[in-house]
């Protein structure tokens, strides 16, 4: 059990930004010296994030143990510098689940199965198994949604519990600003702040997002209303990088406002934060699907920036899908620097990327390809270089004359979705003299995360690929094996490299995944601009 508990919840709208600032506060106090571990609370009914659309929810985030999660865990471990799994996450569907399980299994003993206090019990139970001095939990949703309710309930009577002197409750809400009136309107952060009051929890502390810096008379309203002292209000306006905001945390003294409360005694905090503050003018193509919210490729595009790169821009693979010809493609993509082909699902889309990775392959531009990425250019090199014509995988084209790329067998008896794909990290063999084996530092093993049901068909098509690395004569080279094709890659271009698996869910502050280094620096060798 963790000894103190900071619970963050959320009002007014979602997406404000809660994952980053429990992210910035954990960093912070474990770098004051606290053993600190974080939990993200999510109210919907889905029992993982695994077959949540990202178009709606964001990316699915896999952690190493191989469990499908939601993104703010990615930004858990960006910041904290450490791999979170399984137990960092909570759902509705969990919960609900294992309340269901236990009642049929007997274990309530004849009891009516209620709300309270059986499933408040059940939250209480996975909040009590932080092993931490401070346990900082991350409630999603906004205060006021009917599933989030009961999780406050929980969280609630644990503070009574524990004792409300081991307890701090941040509230994170949103500020517009009007413009036809020149001025913030506090009314829905009040409101909010009502709402949490009628549930049972006082607010220790209040934190206000805005565009920009709020007056002091707004701030000062907000205390009033919210009842907390002024000097805990906090105004967290939008920052140009977000791997600023522990350091503004800092030098609020958030760190010691929380601690006097806890009664915890924090060491000199210094803030071991090494964030690139000044990104390289590269233009990536991130040539997407998902295009109703940058989230859906959240982990990418923050690898790119740790790896100190202008972030890159979404390109919509379905638009490709409509140029005249290819050379109307290369000069769409003219502009860019580098492209990365992300992973994905459903045939939407996948002939825009694979015309991007014959322009690509031919005019010498440099491409990572990442996991659906990498299927899709070994189907590219198939029909454009080898002549399989029709060549495709079997999730797009079940009657392929070509299935270079295929279901792996062991998904082949499963009829459901949620949680059957190979998932989570895996140790695979880097070939020596590729790229890839220069990337890792000559390092042999490798253990990398995985999301994926199909495969490359080696196989039955043996002849897409060079026998010997040295002597490649053009054709694809397989850089990384496990009992699968893991990465591809062409020796004579400065930059065309497909993995099977995720190495953006790897990057760290401070520790971007090599990939992503390599191809920025092959980016910055080839500028446009």
């Known amino acids: 059990m963790a000894e103190k508990y900071v619970i963050v919840t959320g009002g007014v709208i979602s997406g404000i930004g809660k994952g980053i600032f429990s992210a910035s506060l954990a960093r912070l106090l474990k770098d004051c010296g606290l053993d600190v571990e974080t939990l993200k609370i999510d109210p919907y009914l889905n029992v993982d994030a695994g077959t949540m659309n990202p178009n709606q929810h964001g990316e699915v985030f896999v952690t190493e143990d191989g469990y499908e999660a939601d993104l703010d865990l990615g930004h858990y471990?960006?910041?904290?510098?450490?791999?979170?799994?399984?137990?960092?996450?909570l759902t509705a569907g969990q919960v609900y689940r294992n309340v269901v399980n236990k009642e049929r299994e007997g274990k309530f003993l004849g009891a009516t199965v209620q709300m309270v206090p059986h499933v408040t019990e059940e939250i209480k139970s996975h909040i009590r198994s932080m092993k931490a001095e401070v346990g900082i939990v991350e409630i999603g949703g906004t205060v006021g949604d009917i599933e989030g309710e009961i999780f406050l309930e929980a969280v609630r009577e644990l503070s009574l519990e524990m004792g409300r002197n081991n307890f701090v409750f941040i509230h994170v809400t949103y500020v517009p600003y009007l413009k036809t009136t020149n001025e913030f309107k506090t009314k829905p952060t009040q409101q909010s702040i009502q709402l949490l009051r009628r549930i049972g929890i006082n607010p220790d502390f209040i934190v206000v997002r805005s565009e920009a810096s709020m007056d002091s008379a707004s701030l000062d309203k907000v205390a009033l209303f919210g009842g907390v002292n002024r000097d805990r209000v906090v105004n967290l306006p939008d920052?140009?990088?977000?791997?600023?905001?522990?350091?503004?945390?800092?030098?609020?003294?958030?760190?010691e406002k929380i601690s006097d409360i806890l009664n915890l005694k924090v060491k000199n905090c210094e803030l071991t934060w090494h964030y690139p503050r000044m990104l390289k003018p590269v233009k990536i193509a991130l040539v997407g699907k998902y295009l109703g919210t940058d989230d859906a490729y959240k982990s990418i595009i923050e690898s790119v920036v740790l790896a100190g790169a202008e972030r890159p821009?979404?390109?919509?693979?379905?638009?490709?899908?409509?140029?005249?010809?290819?050379?109307?493609?290369?000069?769409?993509?003219?502009?860019?620097?580098?492209?990365?082909?992300?992973?994905?699902?459903?045939?939407?889309?996948?002939e825009g990327?694979?015309?991007?990775?014959?322009?690509?392959?031919?005019?010498?531009i440099p491409i990572l390809g990442i996991c659906l990425g990498m299927q899709l250019m070994v189907i590219e090199y198939a029909r454009n270089v080898t002549g399989l014509k029709g060549a495709n995988s079997t999730e797009f084209d079940p009657e392929t004359?070509?299935?270079?790329?295929?279901?792996?067998?062991?998904?082949k008896k499963i009829l459901k979705l949620g949680g059957t794909m190979r998932l989570?990290?895996?140790?695979?063999?880097?070939?020596?003299?590729?790229?890839?084996?220069e990337i890792y530092g000559g390092r042999e093993i490798v253990r990398e995360r995985h999301r994926h049901r199909y495969e490359v068909n080696e196989e039955k098509f043996p002849q897409l690929f060079a026998s010997d690395v040295k002597e490649s004569n053009g054709r694809l080279v397989i850089s990384a094996r496990s009992e699968f094709v893991e990465a591809v890659e062409l020796k004579d271009h400065p930059f065309f490299i497909g993995v099977q698996?995720?190495?953006?869910?790897?990057?760290k502050v401070g520790q971007p995944h090599p990939i992503f280094i390599e191809l920025v620096k092959a980016a910055e060798g080839g500028k446009k601009r």
């Open 77 to 89: 471990e960006r910041f904290l510098g450490r791999n979170m799994t399984r137990n960092n996450n």
């Open 239 to 255: 920052v140009d990088n977000v791997y600023s905001v522990p350091e503004v945390l800092h030098a609020l003294d958030l760190h």
């Open 313 to 350: 821009t979404v390109v919509d693979a379905e638009t490709i899908e409509d140029f005249k010809d290819d050379e109307s493609v290369h000069s769409y993509l003219s502009t860019y620097d580098a492209l990365i082909i992300p992973g994905g699902f459903g045939r939407r889309g996948i």
């Open 353 to 364: 990327k694979i015309r991007v990775i014959k322009v690509a392959r031919e005019k010498k």
């Open 401 to 411: 004359p070509y299935p270079v790329i295929d279901l792996m067998e062991s998904q």
């Open 424 to 437: 989570g990290a895996q140790d695979m063999r880097v070939v020596k003299g590729t790229r890839l084996y």
């Open 501 to 507: 698996f995720h190495p953006e869910f790897k990057s």
